[in-house]
């Protein structure tokens, strides 16, 4: 069974300049998150899809940022324009059910924004 | 508001001694509590969780955790550490009170170097 995988795993980007990740989560899981750690700090909640609805987007920094999910399967989050701050590693992750289930997490696309 | 602290950014230990990385969360209510452990280039995976019942969690790897509800913390141990457990470690919580859909609150990691 494959995993969760993002796309790209690294991206080096001018401030300004407009970045999009990507997502797959693993077939079957309704519920796709996204997460954003900057180095040696906590792991912050984005964002959480079931199928292709908002679920929460409580931890989206600024309207910057734009996450979709057409269709309920991969998900993209667009940064337009990206500043410094922006720059961390992405963390999508999916899981079958919410709340006690465990996530299943690909390997991140790190941002870095010069 | 939920949060977690791990309080040591990094932990050493000898091969074949006893490893303990420590958590501490606040939630308003009862928590979810989990661990997650990041290999070099990889993504996070999951180690255990506590729901309810038993204190002690036993998970993957040999590892187990206990929750302490008066201490409020849930610290990650296994009884012998290989070079293998090298990681990066993360607590994690969910307030199970709190009604609709709470994040996942991760704490900021602690890194684990087993030495041979």
């Known amino acids: 069974e494959a995993g969760v995988t993002q796309f790209p795993s690294h991206s080096v980007i001018e401030k300004g300049q407009t970045v999009t990740l990507r997502c797959d989560p693993i077939s079957g899981h309704d519920n796709l998150y996204w997460y954003r750690r900057v180095m040696g700090k906590e792991i912050k909640f984005l964002l959480h899809f079931v199928k292709e609805s908002k679920q929460d987007e409580s931890g989206m920094p600024n309207n910057r940022f734009l996450a979709e999910r057409t269709g309920g399967t991969y998900s993209t989050l667009k940064v337009q324009p990206a500043e410094l701050e922006d720059s961390g590693v992405y963390f999508c992750?999916?899981?079958?059910?919410w709340g006690t289930g465990e996530l299943f997490f690909g390997e991140g696309s790190r941002l870095t924004v010069l | 508001a939920q949060s977690v602290a791990q309080p040591e950014d990094q932990v050493n230990v000898a091969e074949g001694n006893p490893l303990t990385v420590k958590c501490t969360y606040s939630v308003s209510g009862n928590p979810y509590l989990f661990w997650y452990v990041q290999y070099p280039n990889r993504g996070l995976q999951f180690l255990l969780k506590?729901?309810?019942?038993?204190?002690l969690v036993k998970g993957s790897y040999g590892f187990e955790a206990e929750f302490n509800k008066s201490q409020t913390s849930f610290h990650l141990k296994k009884p012998s550490a290989l070079v293998s457990d090298s990681a990066l470690y993360f607590c994690?919580?969910?307030?199970?009170?709190?009604?609709?859909?709470?994040?996942?609150?991760f704490g900021k990691g602690t890194r684990l170097s087993v030495i041979a």
């Open positions: 506590y729901i309810t019942g038993d204190n």
């Open positions: 992750a999916s899981s079958v059910e």
């Open positions: 994690a919580v969910r307030d199970r009170t709190i009604s609709g859909n709470t994040p996942l609150v």
